[in-house]
Structure formats: structure tokens, C-alpha cells
């Protein structure tokens, strides 16, 4: 089992920066492909970011790219979400998620912290 904690969200205006971070625990983090999620009112959830096991390899949504950086320390179990240039729309429930890297899908998900972008 894999526990995850999110923390670092808030309320900021639009252009302001945000770093979210998940702490992991209860096995090998390092075995771990990482991702973030989020989830607006009203929407469906959505992906954000995933980030390899290594941390060699990175994937972004196009509406974030170039804006977020997803970034891991396999050393200390945790993962970030670097925000910048944040806008209205980036406004959601952001989630950390887990998945063995030999695995399709994620098996652990964080609660979540809230991310509000006033405009």
C-alpha cells in the first residue's frame, strides 16, 4: 500500500505562482510512477502531469505546458507541482496519484488540495 498527502495549495490571483508537493509512503517510492490530476466543479477529472519512476521523463496536459513542472526526490519521497503563470481555469481540486511502473493504471490517490485562481 501506498499512502499520499498532498499539500501546498491556496488561493492566488492569476499570473501568481504555486508549488504543490505529495508525500509518499508505505513502499518503495522509487518504483513509483508519479502523476497529478485535478478536478474543477462540475468537471471530470482530468490528467496534469506524470513524471517516471527515475524522473528522467516527464508528460504534461497541453493546457499546462510550458506553465507547470512536475519534479520528484526519490530521497525523500516526495513529488511537486510547480505552477506558474496560473489562470482562472487552472482553479480545481489538484490530486497526487501512484501506480507501480509495471502497471497500466493508478492504484493510490491522495485527498487532494485545493487550488483557487482569482482573476
Known amino acids: 500500500q501506498v499512502q499520499l498527502e498532498e499539500s501546498g495549495g491556496g488561493l492566488v490571483q492569476t499570473g501568481g505562482s504555486l508549488r504543490l508537493s505529495c508525500a509518499a509512503s508505505?513502499?518503495?517510492?522509487?518504483?513509483?510512477?508519479m502523476g497529478w490530476f485535478r478536478q474543477a466543479p462540475g468537471k471530470e477529472r482530468e490528467f496534469v502531469a506524470t513524471?517516471?519512476?527515475?524522473?528522467?521523463?516527464?508528460s504534461y496536459a497541453d493546457s499546462v505546458k510550458g506553465r507547470f513542472t512536475i519534479s520528484r526526490d526519490n530521497a525523500k519521497n516526495m513529488m511537486y507541482l510547480q505552477m506558474n503563470s496560473l489562470k482562472p481555469e487552472d482553479t480545481a481540486i489538484y490530486s497526487c496519484?501512484?501506480?507501480?511502473?509495471?502497471?497500466?493504471?493508478?492504484?493510490?490517490w491522495g485527498q487532494g488540495t485545493q487550488v483557487t485562481v482569482s482573476s
Open positions: 513524471i517516471s519512476w527515475a524522473g528522467g521523463s516527464t
Open positions: 508505505g513502499r518503495t517510492f522509487s518504483r513509483l510512477v
Open positions: 496519484a501512484a501506480r507501480d511502473l509495471l502497471r497500466n493504471e493508478y492504484e493510490y
